[in-house]
Structures are given as C-alpha cells and as structure tokens.
C-alpha cells in the first residue's frame, strides 16, 4: 500500500476566520436589515468567496445563459481570478472587500450560496431576502453539527450561520433528515431537489486530453483525511507490477484525482506506472464537468459517489481505515448499507472486482439503480426547477 502523508490543520481550520468574518461585517448587516431590495439581483458566492465551482457556479451559469431579465453576480474576493472571470464572462463578477462591492451585496433579494461562506458576514441576512444554502455534495460523512469530534466554536458558528439562511437543499426525502441533522434545521426549512451540479452529469462531457476512449477509463478518487493519512491501493498484500500488467493486460486505466493542496504527496512510483495518471485539480477544477468521462469510479469515503451514482456506472469502495474515521468523523448514515459496490480487501478481490466492471457490470448497475430512489433525486433540470423556485420568491 501507499500512503499520502497527513493533511496537517484541516480540523476546524477555517471556523476562526469565519467567525471574525461574521463580526466584521455586523456594520454592513446592520445597514442591510433597512436598505431596498432589488428582485432582479442575485448574487451567488462559493468557498471562502474566493472559488467559482459547485452547485453555486452551475446555477449561476444557468440564469447568465437562461435568465436574462436577472442580473447576476459572483463573489470572487481574489483579484486575479474575478478579471480571468469577467474576462471569459462579462461583467458579473464583484469584490465583496470593497464599498461597491458590499452595496451591490447588501442590495440583493436573493443569494446563493454552496459552502456556509455568504457574501457578508453577519446575522439575520435572511431577513426580507431568500438566502439559499445549496451545499457542495451530498454528505456522507458527519459535518457540521452531525460531525463527531466538531470543536464548541464550529457548533456556535454552525448556529449563528444558521440565522442568515432561508433553507438548504436536500437531495431526497432520506436525505432531508441528514442535512436537517447538520444544518440544526427543522425540516420545514430543507428543499428537496436534484443539485444544480448533477446537471453536468447529463451535459456532453469535456474532454481530457489524457484520456483515450478506448481503454476502460477509471477515476480513483479517496476523500482527505482530518489527522491520518491516505493510503493509495491499501493491500497488505499489493504488488504494483503486478497491477501494472494487469492494467496494461485488460486495457485498463486508473486517474487518480487529491485535492490540488496535496497532489506532491503523491507517490511518484505509482504515477510512474503505466495506465495509472494524475487527474489534476490544478488543472481539471470542476470534476462535474469531466466526471462522465469515467467507466468506473474507486473512493472510500467521498461524497463524490453519490453523485456518480447518477450515471449508474460501477463503483468500488476501499474503506480500509473504517473503524477509525467512524469513531472520529462519523457517518451521516448506515455506510455499508448506502454505498453500492463490492470493498475487496485484497489485490486478487480488488483486481478480479476491476475486471468484472469491464465485462459485465449489470449487477453492479443494479443495486445502484435500487439504491438512487433512497438518496438522490434522479430527475434531470435541476437547475431549471430550481431557478423556478427562486423566480417565484
């Protein structure tokens, strides 16, 4: 097996910041209870107000291209990227760090937002404007208020967010209970929709230059690690010949994809291999739009699956450390019963389950099938449905 060295300060890294955020921006809050607001103006926002990607980008995409009575803007507080944004976009990009920025913020009757970071900090935004919470994924791990080793700050920030945010967005009735659970909602204020980023699934993928469509294409793609680190193919007895012969055997590929913080730590003996690559999120950012290019999918823990499942195409779960991240992440649900796909444990079960979703995955096909009705809602427009629902607001 190869391990990937820990992931230093993840746990609770970024509740501080936001706080501080939150009581920075009181002033503005206050002005924004009493300022106009403007029915037309939708101002979306991702993490840190930094990103542009998720649920919030592709919504956002959707009403630039749809919608074109709404005028709509992007949070992106980094000034190289908001002018390669506007540059590709138009003007629809604003800096939430300046006067003009806050202004056009605080005079928005609706913001979306995917992370809890909001346009402006603060409490009670969601007062006389729709504040949507679209969240990044489905969860499948504890966050939040569901997440067992969450410090007293994230609880207390969870609950002063709360205050700003008009409902989140749940992918199924079962699902509900869990972003509930999360959010410290009731369930009167969770909305029950396709997300804006499964859309993607059924789009004309793009194309990856690395990628040949005549090899049996497979994206491993394991979740990061709060104290521990990840361990790539976590046989005791794996052999990395012997799984480049088979690879190269059967036509088979395997991209694997971390998070663009920690690609270096990957061992540079796999990557070496033949039919293994890098997926690079440095350079392929949003994984929704490439996701369909993939036959199978190998993760463990990663959320990333439950979207997949969408496409009813094959996956294999590695949870070689399960114990340990139940007893201190935690599970938003029952793990074995809601992750459809065979966990081999070793090389010959790993690599036998590999072939099998090449030649003949229709079993597999259909307990993801059985499995979609619990937890995702299948319907295609998730967008359209939701810009509706906004519209209506």
């Known amino acids: 097996m190869y391990e990937q060295k820990p992931q230093e300060g993840n746990k609770n890294r970024y509740t501080s910041s936001r706080l501080k955020h939150i009581i920075s921006s009181l002033p503005y809050a206050f002005l924004s209870l009493f300022s106009k607001r403007d029915k037309k103006l939708i101002v979306f926002c991702a993490m840190?107000?930094?990103?542009?990607?998720?649920?919030?980008?592709?919504?956002?995409?959707?009403?630039?291209?749809?919608?074109?009575?709404?005028?709509?803007?992007?949070v992106i507080n980094d000034d190289t990227k908001r002018k390669e944004l506007i540059n590709q976009y138009g003007n629809h990009f604003i800096d939430t760090r300046t006067k003009e920025g806050k202004k056009i913020a605080i005079k928005a009757a609706t913001w979306v937002v995917s992370w809890l970071d909001l346009p402006l900090g603060g409490l009670f935004l969601n007062f006389r404007r729709f504040v949507l919470h679209l969240g990044h994924g489905t969860p499948l791990k504890g966050i939040g208020l569901a997440e067992k080793d969450g410090s007293f700050v994230k609880k207390i920030y969870y609950k002063l967010n709360g205050t700003n945010i008009t409902c989140s967005l749940a992918s199924s009735e079962f699902i509900s209970h869990i972003i509930a659970r999360c959010m410290?909602?009731?369930?009167?204020?969770?909305?029950?929709?396709?997300?804006?980023?499964?859309?993607?699934?059924?789009?004309?993928?793009?194309?990856?230059?690395?990628?040949?469509?005549?090899?049996?294409?497979?994206?491993?793609?394991?979740?990061?690690?709060?104290?521990?680190?990840?361990?790539?193919?976590?046989?005791?007895?794996?052999?990395?010949?012997?799984?480049?012969?088979?690879?190269?055997?059967?036509?088979?590929?395997?991209?694997?994809?971390?998070?663009?913080?920690?690609?270096?730590?990957?061992?540079?003996?796999?990557?070496?291999?033949?039919?293994?690559?890098?997926?690079?999120?440095?350079?392929?950012?949003?994984?929704?739009?490439?996701?369909?290019?993939?036959?199978?999918?190998?993760?463990?823990?990663?959320?990333?699956?439950?979207?997949?499942?969408?496409?009813?195409?094959?996956?294999?779960?590695?949870?070689?450390?399960?114990?340990?991240?139940?007893?201190?992440?935690?599970?938003?649900?029952?793990?074995?019963?809601?992750?459809?796909?065979?966990?081999p444990v070793t090389t010959d079960d790993f690599l036998s389950i590999l072939l099998k979703f090449k030649n003949s995955p229709q079993e597999y096909i259909n307990i993801i099938h059985e499995l979609n009705k619990k937890l995702n809602n299948s319907e295609k427009n998730a967008c359209e449905k939701l810009g509706g629902l906004i519209k209506s607001k």
């Open 48 to 74: 840190h107000c930094e990103t542009f990607d998720s649920n919030s980008k592709f919504l956002f995409l959707y009403f630039l291209k749809n919608e074109p009575a709404y005028n709509v803007q992007f």
């Open 184 to 343: 410290g909602f009731p369930l009167r204020r969770i909305l029950i929709n396709g997300q804006p980023r499964t859309d993607a699934l059924f789009y004309t993928p793009l194309s990856i230059k690395e990628i040949d469509k005549n090899q049996f294409n497979i994206l491993y793609a394991p979740t990061w690690r709060q104290n521990s680190e990840v361990k790539l193919f976590p046989f005791e007895d794996f052999d990395k010949s012997l799984l480049e012969d088979f690879l190269i055997k059967n036509n088979i590929h395997i991209f694997i994809r971390f998070h663009p913080a920690y690609e270096e730590t990957i061992p540079q003996d796999i990557l070496s291999l033949k039919n293994i690559s890098l997926f690079s999120a440095k350079k392929y950012s949003e994984v929704m739009d490439y996701i369909n290019c993939f036959d199978a999918l190998i993760t463990d823990y990663s959320s990333i699956y439950l979207d997949y499942m969408l496409l009813e195409r094959p996956i294999v779960f590695l949870p070689y450390d399960l114990k340990e991240y139940e007893s201190t992440v935690g599970f938003t649900m029952d793990y074995m019963e809601n992750t459809p796909g065979p966990k």
